[in-house]
């Protein structure tokens, strides 16, 4: 946990000031291009207006990515006016950054319509467009806003003032009024985990990462921000506590950047004020860092479950910090390969929404340390806490095998506990599909009626016609891990708990052996017979079934009991953009299973090989 006896009246002065003109002209000269070009771009841009029916897109059509396109561009195009004037020096951008920031300060809401009603008290009306007589709500994007202002604040402010005081004032007054003093004044934001003894997810290091900043670049004009860096501390600890020992993000890899990631920066932020080596030290910190190497795949692919994508930009710069901070040897190691092996996003060069200004700053300003040293992919790794599994079989072309238990109800669910993934060779060969465009259904009671979300669009199979359910209660028990010096994993638990009472289901235990192969034992006891029962796999690539043999992606060969068991292919077109992006293809495939017959009791064998 972080010591919450810090004094940051000292000054914060993480990065070179404006006037500092030989550290800002000695920065890389093809990050200097790229935002040269990009602000040449937006010399008298016209600053498009964010209306009220395209917020109100969100309530009328579900839609939020119209004006969350021009929300995120508007702050995107700040910035890269704010890094051409703090690069270049000669104030040719400064009046277009003061029109956008004024037209920033302007705006009814800094919340997404997405977001506007997140924390609300139960019972009160649904707001279709923000009320501007009620206290501001600090979400993911506003608490992003309020840092962006803070960094043009830091670096321009006083250069503002020359030409325009009363923005520099405004910048003052929009930031304590929308984001200090809200802060201060609300410890019941589900997201601050000060009020309740629930977990929290990513939204609570990816707000305080960037409301430190604001409390920090403010010190010197608002009274209160010593109290307000503080409380950071109080509700990122609260984080903290909740995360499980073994460091497992239950949100997945392409979460991290904004959970274990998040937190990161923020240690990174605070540490410019006090000594926070202590906490690099910390088990669970440790582990923290050393997640997302343990469920990396091969190439960009990671381990994806819940609304995790298939690939993942890893934040290369700041965990290669974060290894030399832990002494993690294996975390720069793995974050030297990657720069060498895969496509690297260069985050010094945003071209999405500002998540994090500090650690693109940070990227540019802080030396990269690198490694020689090879990284070594785990053989098999194992967390408790989230109850996950990682496997590979380490031979050049070899298996790679994860699978999950857990609950229905983790951050960002999906009804898929006692899934798994199957890769060959680094190829994606039974999969999990990831997830759509987030809409306004995403996270409403209508989740689980998207396809993405359901289990029978997972590995798992559909008893008595029934899929599982959501909810805290729908859960693995009996999980039990075992892994040995030879190679075998092992790993079992029953799902029956995953399944409504209506599903009639008395037991249906799952083991799986790892061992160069993947075997599948499936053993079930229902109470009555009410549907055929039916195991399902989603399939990268088209399954070719030849008797009791299935090829999957030319290069596994899946036996089963042709006997008892009838094969069949779904074909699942994706019509979704995000994910025609992610897996770079139109549709998937789902192998379908189904038992013949109407036994109440029986096992079901399975096994996974390379051809």
Not at 35 to 55: D, I, N
Not at 168 to 185: A, S
Not at 398 to 424: Q, R, W
Not at 552 to 578: H, M, N, R, Y
């Amino acid at each position: 946990m972080i010591n919450q006896t810090i004094n940051c009246t000292k000054g914060f002065c993480p990065f070179p000031a404006y006037t500092d003109r030989y550290a800002w002209e000695a920065v890389a000269e093809d990050i200097q291009a790229f935002y040269h070009q990009r602000a040449k771009e937006l010399l008298g841009h016209e600053w498009l207006v964010l209306p009220a029916t395209l917020y109100l897109d969100f309530y009328r059509n579900g839609n939020r990515s119209r004006y969350e396109d021009r929300y995120f561009q508007r702050r995107l195009n700040i910035f890269y006016l704010m890094m051409a004037e703090c690069i270049e020096g000669h104030g040719a951008y400064l009046d277009d950054l003061i029109n956008g920031v004024w037209a920033i300060c302007e705006e009814s809401t800094w919340v997404v319509p997405a977001h506007n009603n997140h924390d609300r008290k139960r019972g009160a009306d649904v707001l279709e467009l923000a009320h501007v007589e009620e206290d501001c709500y600090v979400d993911l994007f506003a608490a992003e806003t309020g840092a962006l202002l803070s960094w043009v604040y830091f670096f321009l402010g006083d250069v503002i003032a020359t030409r325009a005081p009363l923005v520099k004032r405004r910048i003052e007054l929009e930031v304590e009024q929308r984001i200090l003093l809200p802060y201060l004044t609300h410890t019941d934001w589900s997201w601050m985990g000060l009020d309740h003894d629930n977990p929290v997810n990513n939204w609570n290091p990816w707000i305080n990462s960037n409301m430190l900043v604001c409390y920090l670049v403010f010190t010197r004009v608002f009274a209160r921000a010593q109290e307000g860096v503080e409380k950071t501390i109080h509700s990122v600890n609260r984080f903290i506590h909740f995360y499980t020992d073994d460091g497992g993000c239950d949100e997945g890899p392409s979460y991290f950047d904004k959970a274990g990631g998040a937190l990161f920066d923020y240690v990174e932020e605070l540490g410019e004020c006090t000594d926070l080596s202590y906490l690099y030290t910390e088990e669970r910190i440790r582990n923290m860092a050393s997640y997302i190497y343990k469920v990396y795949i091969s190439r960009n692919f990671f381990v994806n479950y819940a609304d995790a994508d298939s690939t993942v930009a890893v934040p290369l710069d700041l965990l290669a910090r974060t290894a030399v901070n832990t002494g993690d040897e294996n975390l720069l190691a793995f974050c030297s390969y990657l720069r060498e092996h895969t496509y690297y996003a260069d985050r010094s060069k945003p071209v999405g929404n500002l998540f994090s200004v500090y650690r693109i700053l940070a990227d540019i300003f802080k030396p990269l340390t690198t490694t020689d040293k090879a990284f070594i992919a785990p053989p098999v790794s194992w967390f408790p806490g989230i109850q996950v599994v990682t496997a590979r079989d380490t031979k050049e072309g070899g298996l790679f095998f994860s699978v999950k238990g857990g609950y229905n109800a983790e951050s960002h669910n999906h009804n898929d506990v006692g899934t798994f993934l199957l890769y060959c060779g680094g190829q994606p060969v039974v999969v999990d599909a990831g997830r759509e465009t987030y809409t306004k259904f995403t996270f409403s009671e209508k989740r689980y009626s998207i396809w993405t979300n359901q289990s029978s669009y997972h590995n798992l199979p559909q008893i008595n016609g029934f899929d599982q359910s959501p909810g805290v209660m729908y859960k693995a028990t009996n999980v039990r891990y075992s892994s040995f010096e030879e190679g075998t994993t092992c790993f079992s638990l029953n799902i029956a708990g995953a399944y409504p009472q209506d599903a009639a289901i008395q037991s249906y235990t799952r083991d799986f052996v790892f061992d160069q192969g993947l075997f599948i034992t499936d053993r079930y006891i229902l109470k009555v017979w009410k549907a055929p029962l039916t195991l399902h796999f989603l399939c990268h690539d088209q399954p070719e079934i030849v008797g009791g043999r299935v090829v999957l992606s030319g290069v596994v060969e899946l036996v089963f009991d042709a006997a008892i068991l009838k094969a069949a292919v779904d074909e699942i077109p994706l019509t979704d953009t995000k994910l025609r992006r992610g897996w770079q293809k139109d549709r998937l495939y789902r192998l379908r299973l189904t038992l013949k017959g109407c036994a109440l009791s029986g096992t079901i064998s399975l096994r996974f090989a390379r051809i």
